[in-house]
């Protein structure tokens, strides 16, 4: 079985690379605001995410109830409890960083094109995996800073969960709501340029990752993240992946799913949203300089659920007999 590698894994790498080398750009001094660029593209990619959003397919899901409660519970309440578990292991604030980027990613929404993707490949239910997948990001907008709010709260001094949801409200909920208003209008040409919108969204997140390394990278503070760090780090994303999957799976088992609602209720279920995790840092951690210790995990986990969900999905399509 062949397996290309994935072209925006690779802009990422590149992105961080680029990051390193020069960033001065994405620095605090820097006489580009990017801040202000990236806040603006965020607002258009959740307008154009709304334009594709069809109310009356949103209503027609809603049948389903068992597993898109199912998806919507791993999403939100199995990963950040699974990540909760390992709280008390924590003890220095150098781990509590990157505890807190892991819980950061569990408390994340599912990403939407993959999932239907890959439910697509491995013959899964399709209108379930569009809705779940549609859906968990209007979620995400209120369930991760509440989820988020718990420990930044405590942590740093200048989180204010009413000043965050005033953003989330005017950079993603507002243009998401105005881009459902013009679907009817718009919908169609959205859908015909779909491809010309998803670049655009990745180079968004692209800009994103870069001003947030670049960042970090010239605060230093890469340089107390020694290599066995990334290491278990690695490990744990691979772990927190698996734990997910089975987990979904034995559940799907006892509530009688069929194959095809099981295949999306795991595809869909242990899925984490870049696009959402590079958008919510920014508004959520604001100026951290430890933003890409943040984003670190999840961008691991993106690069890694499209890996072996690829792998699952064509060995789904094409089983032994």
């Given amino acids: 079985m062949n397996f290309k590698i994935d072209k925006f894994i690779l802009a990422i790498a590149t992105t961080v690379f680029l990051a390193y080398l020069f960033p001065q750009l994405g620095s ?18 959740f307008f154009f995410y709304g334009l594709k959003l069809s109310p009356e397919k949103i209503k027609t899901g809603l049948k389903n109830w068992k597993l898109h409660l199912l998806v919507q519970a791993s999403t939100f309440i199995l990963f950040p409890l699974i990540v909760l578990l390992f709280l008390p292991l924590v003890h220095s604030e150098h781990n509590k960083n990157i505890w807190l980027a892991f819980f950061f990613l569990a408390s994340l929404p599912s990403t939407v094109s993959s999932s239907v993707v890959m439910v697509s490949i491995a013959k899964g239910n399709i209108p379930a995996a569009i809705f779940n997948a549609s859906i968990s990001g209007l979620i995400g907008i209120a369930i991760t800073p509440l989820w988020m709010g718990i420990f930044l709260n405590s942590s740093n001094s200048n989180f204010d969960l009413r000043e965050i949801y005033i953003k989330l409200i005017t950079e993603v909920l507002l243009p998401v709501i105005l881009g459902l208003l013009l679907h009817r209008y718009l919908g169609k040409l959205a859908t015909r340029y779909n491809n010309y919108l998803s670049t655009f969204d990745k180079s968004v997140i692209l ?5 947030s390394f670049a960042t970090s990278f010239d605060e230093k503070v890469f340089n107390a993240l020694e290599v066995s760090n990334l290491v278990v780090i690695s490990m744990s994303v691979i772990i927190l992946f698996y734990l997910a999957y089975f987990i979904t799976g034995i559940i799907s088992d006892k509530l009688g799913f069929n194959l095809e609602d099981k295949i999306t209720a795991q595809f869909c279920g242990t899925k984490k949203s870049l696009v959402h995790g590079t958008i919510f840092s920014k508004i959520l951690f604001q100026n951290a300089t430890t933003l890409g210790i943040v984003l670190l995990p999840i961008m691991l986990f993106h690069g890694f659920q499209i890996f072996i969900i690829s ?4 060995k789904l399509s094409n089983p032994v007999k």
């Fill in 207 to 211: 800009l994103i990752i870069y001003k």
């Fill in 311 to 314: 792998i699952l999905a064509n």
């Fill in 28 to 45: 605090k001094s820097s006489p580009l605001n990017l801040d202000l660029i990236a806040s603006l593209g965020i607002s258009l990619i």
